[in-house]
Structure formats: structure tokens, C-alpha cells
């Protein structure tokens, strides 16, 4: 169960990089309604599931590998939903602006 993890975390990163790719070159970030976002992340989901519910139904015991490849899309889609979430903060309004114009010399 434990080598689901490094598939999550090597996801993770994974879905970062694509966002902060997408934003530095100039394209708008990933906009979907959120049903389609569930999709998604139901879809992202599924290889994880499918391995935990057959192992534990004693019907398929997975390797290593196939447990890190399963954890992978779930690693991209939580990074997706968390940088996506990040980008709509609006943070300028919560902290009072500092001047930009340099004091006179006293």
C-alpha cells in the first residue's frame, strides 16, 4: 500500500509543473466547470481504487510499479485542484500595499 505514495508525490510535482508552465507561457490556466472537474478527478482516481479494492479482494496483488503508476494521475489532479485554487487567491486585498516611492534622505 505504502509504494502508492511516491506515485502521488512524484504526481504531484508533476501537475505543478504543468500549470506553472501553462501560466508562464502566457496561456490562461485550466478553467472547467465544476462538474467536469469532478470527472476528472473521479477519473484520476480510478486506477487508485481499482488496485486498492482488487487487493484487498484478494483477486489481484500488485506490484510496486503498478502501484506507483496508479497513483500518479491522482498526484497530478490533487496538484492541479490545489494550484488551480491557489491562482484564484486575491491576496493584494488582504495585505495593505507598502510604498514604492524612496524616503527623502533625513
Not at 467536469?36 to 510499479?65: C, D, F, Q
Request: net charge positive; proline share 11%; hydrophobic share 50%.
Amino acid at each position: 500500500a505504502s509504494a502508492r505514495r511516491p506515485g502521488i508525490y512524484l504526481g504531484a510535482p508533476a501537475g505543478a509543473a504543468f500549470v506553472w508552465m501553462r501560466a508562464s507561457s502566457g496561456q490562461p490556466l485550466i478553467a472547467r466547470p465544476p462538474a467536469t472537474a469532478r470527472r476528472l478527478a473521479i477519473a484520476a482516481a480510478i486506477p487508485t481504487l481499482v488496485t486498492v479494492v482488487l487487493e484487498l479482494a484478494g483477486i489481484w496483488h500488485t506490484s510496486n510499479i503498478t502501484r506507483a503508476v496508479a497513483g500518479f494521475p491522482l498526484g497530478v489532479m490533487v496538484a492541479l485542484v490545489v494550484m488551480s485554487a491557489l491562482a484564484t487567491l486575491h491576496l493584494d486585498e488582504c495585505v495593505p500595499r507598502r510604498p514604492t516611492v524612496p524616503r527623502p534622505p533625513q
